[in-house]
């Protein structure tokens, strides 16, 4: 069945550092696939999403670029804050009409 | 605009005494309804659908149990809570299974 793999962590990182949360997933068909973001105590948010091959979804500074090749959608920002620290999952839609399907989440901790 | 009401944000129930988690959706009609739970430090686990009103799909067996009485209204219940039914509780919607979800902002269920 449909999948999907993200590093588990917890990531640390220092403010103003990059950051790559890795995700690959493994579903038949042409799913799209999302990064949604849980800040602490709270419910998640979809940070940002792409719908087919090479598209690039974007927001508040991160990135992920749909790699179909690579089966993969890695979340990128090129500098952190202390306010990105939260947990962020990974997902997608498979498009045959089943519920999301989510990696794990990856815990991460920027510190001052 | 669609939002998502979920409560209460936080609970604290007695082993074997019986629950009620409510969710309402406004701004939206027939949408697709879903509750998830979050064990502490873990991902998330879909334990119920609904594609319309009286339609419960379950994911996972247990002493939970959803109904959909209104379209827009989602309940979680239980008979008899265990201690390991603690956990952080989302529900979520969306406009069908091959989009993305949008949660609310959870409760925190502990048992003791």
């Known amino acids: 069945g449909d999948s999907v793999t993200q590093m588990e962590g917890p990531v640390t990182l220092s403010e103003e550092a990059f950051l790559t949360i890795n995700c690959t997933y493994t579903?038949?068909?042409?799913?799209?696939l999302f990064w949604y973001v849980q800040y602490p105590g709270e419910g998640l948010q979809l940070l940002l999403k792409?719908?087919?091959?090479?598209d690039k979804g974007s927001n508040k500074g991160f990135e992920a670029t749909y790699r179909k090749e690579t089966t993969s959608f890695h979340l990128e920002k090129g500098s952190v804050q202390v306010s990105d620290s939260a947990v962020y999952f990974c997902?997608?839609?498979?498009?045959?009409?089943?519920?999301?399907?989510f990696g794990k989440g990856t815990r991460l901790s920027v510190i001052a | 605009s669609q939002t998502i009401h979920q409560w209460p944000a936080t609970l604290v129930q007695p082993v074997g005494s019986p629950l009620s988690l409510e969710c309402t959706v406004e701004?939206?009609?027939?949408?697709?309804l879903y509750w998830y739970r979050q064990a502490a430090g873990r991902g998330l686990q879909l334990l119920f659908y609904?594609?319309?009103?009286?339609?419960i799909s379950s994911e996972v067996p247990q002493n939970l149990s959803a109904s959909r009485p209104q379209d827009r209204q989602f309940i979680l219940s239980s008979k008899k809570l265990l201690l390991s039914d603690s956990g952080f509780y989302l529900c979520?919607?969306?406009?069908?299974?091959?989009?993305?979800?949008?949660f609310g902002q959870g409760t925190r269920l502990t048992v003791v």
């Open positions: 609904s594609v319309g009103i009286g339609q």
């Open positions: 701004g939206t009609s027939n949408p697709n």
């Open positions: 792409a719908t087919k091959a090479d």
């Open positions: 997902a997608l839609s498979s498009g045959r009409n089943t519920p999301l399907v």
């Open positions: 579903a038949t068909g042409y799913p799209s």
């Open positions: 979520a919607w969306s406009v069908d299974k091959n989009t993305e979800a949008f």
